[in-house]
């Protein structure tokens, strides 16, 4: 739509103001008359009451001359045309003093009025244009104000800027906080990734997170909280010069009680050491991160104070080599029971100390340890899936957010390769000892001990002995009375005699084998063969 700009004529002669507000197509212009006045007094009402876009005014009227009316007005928007049938300079002079636009000399022909008269107009369309182009870039700017903000403090504590840099920019945005003394808290909400809430639900986390942060860190000092990251957020909070670490921790519990009182999940926030600049906030920041690292060993719900030993860097993960052979050892014989206890043994080496290594340190640790492990039974393995191992070791790496679940991980690989080397021994013994059993009842006439036998598939008399018992449910010599006597059987119902069974079974004496027949069976040999040919 287009605009009307409003114009009033002052002069103390009637037949210009007519003919100016009267005879001109002020119209076709997109201008408007919107009041006329014959000296400078009523000019200077005319101007207060209207307030018009341009004023056309003779300089020399009475009561007041039009540069006191101007003067007097105190309109300073207007487009002021000043016309005069003087053409001192120092009218000029004075009108160029109060910014006028134009002075022009009478007479004048009505084109050359209309013509100064539209010009003015077209100024004021441009200022107009550009005073709303100002408003449209600070409307913009108010309304990303927040995001600026928060853009600038994410960069304002991960990297060091120069001090006046950061202060003019600290400043720009408002910040409402004291410019000296900082401590930063990282606040994590804890499994944030195995959260199944819908996106809408998850931002309304987010906001109800940010509010009671925001809250409950005011109730004792200033403070500012932004987005980190999709599950984290920063809060640089106002320190005290004579406060110390523990006031900050207070604020610190504060918050994670309220969380967990107000809400459905649970936070865990790092604290940083106390700053005194804005340019130093990247210190309290890292440290921030590095406690807030250690939710590690909680699983969550917990705040963590920048340890005092983490400035030097010496904690690191050991453990002895002895227990590293007693794993292989134990997965190389499939003791699957036994296996949490070595672990729970190489984990306490190191848990209980108060100088707890960083996550980053327990992951190598362990994931050293299963490469190690993995490169001294690979022989041994026949596993299934052929990238168990790389998937694991990248859950290790890369998606382990606690320690109960890294150690769930390291004993899943245990198990899995006791179980493999298990399956695969048995698997073995099986095949060993069904060529043994083979022997065994091909043999049965030769009255060979269980040494002979376990030579025979080049196993100790007491790895054969065992292996025996665990495949068959018996032991070796019950398996070979056994089987002579369900042999016997079969010759005694062959008709041969007595003598000849025993000697086939492999017993000498003709008495003991009748014995031994009768208490396996119950009946004598004799007796067997009568009931059984009968």
């Given at each position: ?15 210009v ?17 919107v ?30 001359s039009g ?10 928007g ?11 300079f120092?009218?000029a ?7 006028g ?13 209309l ?28 309304e ?19 001090p ?34 819908g ?25 500012i909280?932004?987005?980190d ?9 106002n ?8 006031d ?21 926030i ?40 983490a ?36 984990f ?22 299963m ?19 790389d ?5 290790l ?9 890294l150690?769930?991980i ?11 080397i ?18 065994i009842?091909?043999h ?7 040494a002979?036998?376990?030579k ?7 790895y ?9 449910n018996?032991s ?19 008709g ?13 004496e003709?008495?003991?084998?009748s ?5 396996k069976?119950?009946?004598?040999p ?9």
């Amino acid at each position: 739509m287009k605009h009307t700009f409003s114009m009033v004529v002052v002069d103390d002669i009637p037949a210009v103001v007519d003919g100016i507000a009267h005879d001109l197509p002020w119209g076709d212009h997109a201008i408007e008359v919107v009041g006329t006045a014959y000296d400078g007094l009523d000019g200077l009402k005319l101007i207060q009451e209207k307030q018009p876009d341009i004023i056309v005014t003779d300089i020399r009227m009475p009561k007041l001359s039009g540069i006191e009316m101007i003067e007097q007005a105190k309109h300073l928007g207007a487009k002021l045309i000043f016309i005069s049938g003087y053409s001192d300079f120092s009218y000029a002079q004075q009108v160029l003093n109060l910014g006028g636009f134009d002075y022009i000399l009478k007479p004048f022909t009505p084109d050359e009025l209309l013509e100064t008269i539209c010009r003015a107009k077209a100024q004021l369309e441009k200022e107009k244009e550009s005073r709303h182009h100002l408003m449209d870039v600070e409307r913009k700017l108010r309304e990303s104000m927040p995001l600026l903000r928060q853009e600038y403090l994410n960069l304002l504590v991960r990297y060091s800027s120069h001090p006046e840099t950061v202060k003019e920019k600290w400043n720009f945005l408002n910040v409402n906080m004291n410019d000296h003394y900082f401590t930063v808290f990282t606040v994590e909400m804890d499994h944030y990734y195995t959260n199944k809430a819908g996106v809408s639900e998850v931002e309304l986390q987010r906001f109800s997170l940010q509010n009671i942060l925001e809250e409950t860190i005011r109730t004792f000092t200033g403070a500012i909280v932004f987005r980190d990251d999709i599950n984290r957020f920063v809060c640089i909070v106002n320190d005290d010069e004579d406060a110390d670490n523990e006031d900050m921790l207070r604020i610190a519990e504060a918050c994670r009680e309220n969380v967990e009182k107000y809400t459905r999940y649970s936070i865990s926030i790092g604290v940083g050491t106390r700053v005194e600049h804005i340019h130093e906030l990247p210190i309290t920041y890292q440290q921030a991160m590095y406690a807030l690292s250690y939710n590690f060993y909680t699983g969550g719900n917990s705040v963590f104070a920048y340890p005092s030993y983490a400035d030097n860097q010496a904690t690191y993960v050991k453990f002895s080599s002895e227990k590293e052979r007693e794993l292989v050892y134990l997965l190389r014989s499939g003791a699957t029971s036994k296996i949490n206890e070595v672990l729970d043994g190489i984990f306490s080496e190191w848990k209980d100390s108060q100088a707890m290594p960083t996550p980053d340190k327990v992951k190598v640790f362990w994931i050293e340890l299963m490469v190690n492990v993995r490169n001294a039974i690979n022989e041994d393995l026949e596993l299934e899936e052929p990238h168990f191992f790389d998937r694991k070791i990248h859950k290790l790496t890369y998606d382990t957010d606690s320690l109960s679940e890294l150690q769930s991980i390291v004993a899943e690989i245990c198990h899995m390769y006791c179980e493999n080397i298990g399956k695969k021994q048995k698997e073995t013994a099986h095949v060993v000892i069904n060529e043994s059993i083979a022997y065994i009842r091909e043999h049965l006439h030769l009255n060979e001990s269980v040494a002979d036998y376990a030579k025979q598939v080049h196993l100790s008399t007491s790895y054969y002995s065992n292996l025996f018992k665990k495949v068959t449910n018996q032991s070796v010599l019950q398996f070979v009375v056994q089987e002579r006597i369900e042999k016997a059987k079969i010759l005694i119902l062959q008709g041969k005699s007595l003598q000849e069974v025993a000697m086939e079974v492999g017993y000498e004496e003709r008495s003991y084998f009748s014995d031994v027949f009768k208490k396996k069976v119950g009946m004598t040999p004799s007796e067997f063969k009568k009931q059984y040919q009968n």
